[in-house]
Each structure stands twice: as structure tokens, then as C-alpha cells.
């Protein structure tokens, strides 16, 4: 069913269309929304999007963006809020309960993009580049433990970071699959943890 969206300013309508469009992509997938659906569901016409984005992997790469600097400001935010980097690596496992998390979106959107990954190299880049900045900020949250005395001086950051990203992805995985269930997951943090901590 479409709605027709109120008129906006170009920066708010580019806005809803990336919240839209990240909505349709985690309820589905990349290859199966349409900029035809983007729009409908956005309440707005194909054109408009267009005028927008230029391409749907455009309005795909504003979108995974987008995600990660929601789930960036929330896991600094977890790092304000907490004692050590340990305790914010610990919060930002257990804040992913919605499936409109930023950190669940995000997983999601790798798992999607690292479908189509082969077949696009611009989006394969993109993703590279993307991955490595993820990667370097929670490298960076464990040498902070580290220097904290909160995580174990000799785990390596670059590799504990690796890991992390690949537990975030064998969780979505898990989920969509059905693989692994909430008490599972928690297992997985807590033995991560212990692991950390030394």
C-alpha cells in the first residue's frame, strides 16, 4: 500500500528514503527490493528517488552508512556509559534485542552485500573499506581495554577485532537459518569475554 509522504527538504526526503530503504532491505534482501518498492513504501514516485540516489547500490551503500554511524555513535556511547572498554564490549554484545538495531542492520546488510559482492566490484570495494573501519574502531575499543588493564595484554586487537565482526555475522546467519538461539548466542559473548579478559 503507498502512502504519499508530506513534502520535505531534500536533505530530510534523502533521510526517509535511506530509512526506508534500510527497512525494506533487512525485512528482505538487496537483490529482491526494488527502487520501485523503495518508493512506494516511502510515499513518494521512482523519479523522485532517482533525483535522490542514482542506483539502488547507491541508495544501498547511503544505507549501510547510515547504519554503521548509528551503531557507531551507540557502541561510543556504551563506551562513555561504561567502566572499561571490556564492560562496553560486553554491553554492546547484549544490545542488539531488536532487529531494527543498528548493530543487527548492520550485520544484515554485510550478509546481504557479501551476496552480491562477487559480482559488483564497487561494492565489493565499498564493503572492503567499509569492513576495515569497523574493524578499526573495535580494534581500537580493545587496545583501549588493554591500556585500561580490562582486557589481556597479549590478545592482539587487529585479530580479536576480526573475530568480533565474524561472531556479528555468524549471529545473523544463525538467526536467519535458525542455527542458534538466544542462549547460544549468550554462550558465545561469554566465552569471548573470558577469553578477553584473560
Known sequence: MSVTAPRM??????????????????????HSTTTAEIA????????????????????????LEHVWAKARADWQRKLDETPDACAAIEAIGKGHVS???????????WVQALS??????ELRR?????????????????????????????RDPDSEAWIMLAGGILGMVGRRVGLLDDRELAGIRAARLSWLRG
Open 99 to 109: 532487529v531494527r538495531s543498528p548493530k543487527l542492520q548492520l550485520a544484515e546488510l
Open 116 to 121: 552480491e559482492a562477487s559480482g559488483d566490484p
Open 40 to 63: 512506494r513504501a516511502a510515499g513518494i514516485s521512482e523519479p523522485i528517488l532517482y533525483r535522490h540516489f542514482a542506483s539502488k547500490r547507491e541508495l544501498y551503500l547511503a544505507a
Open 9 to 30: 527538504a531534500a536533505a530530510e526526503r534523502r533521510q526517509h528514503l535511506i530509512e526506508t530503504a534500510i527497512r525494506l532491505f533487512t525485512d528482505g534482501s538487496y
Open 126 to 154: 565499498h564493503l572492503r573499506v567499509h569492513m576495515r573501519e569497523v574493524h578499526d574502531f573495535v580494534a581500537d575499543l580493545v587496545r583501549s581495554g588493554q591500556a585500561q588493564g580490562a582486557i589481556a595484554a597479549e
